[in-house]
């Protein structure tokens, strides 16, 4: 492998990192609005919008960052999704239900069936 590749390879991983904390950024500040009945930390609002702001800015191509990136990076999601879109056609396939968690509290006491 050239160091070329492994430089696309790491630049790439850059830019999705800097995309998921962009989104985390977001949820924090939407998960702000829950209530909460006891004590727990509170960041203040202006770190999660500087957050989002400035990986938001470092995810965009005004950065220099090298188009070739975009492509990885489109073809590694692309693949995701197909492989989600492969594992729940199985899962509707095998087990005959919808492929999503119905009451998380049953599987905090060892029963795994589905209801």
Not at 8 to 32: M, P, S
Not at 39 to 62: E, I, K, M, R, S
Not at 105 to 111: K, R, T
Request: glycine share 10%; net charge neutral.
């Amino acid at each position: 492998m050239s160091s070329d590749s492994i430089s696309l390879l790491g630049g790439t991983t850059a830019l999705l990192l800097l995309a998921v904390f962009t989104l985390v950024n977001i949820c924090v500040l939407v998960l702000r609005k829950d209530v909460i009945g006891r004590d727990h930390f509170v960041t203040p609002t202006v770190l999660p919008v500087v957050g989002a702001l400035a990986c938001a800015f470092f995810v965009t191509p005004f950065t220099g960052r090298d188009t070739t990136q975009y492509v990885i990076a489109g073809w590694l999601l692309s693949g995701g999704v197909v492989l989600w879109g492969l594992t729940w056609i199985a899962n509707r396939a095998v087990k005959g239900k919808k492929t999503y968690l119905r009451d998380p509290e049953q599987y905090l006491g060892g029963d795994e069936t589905v209801n």
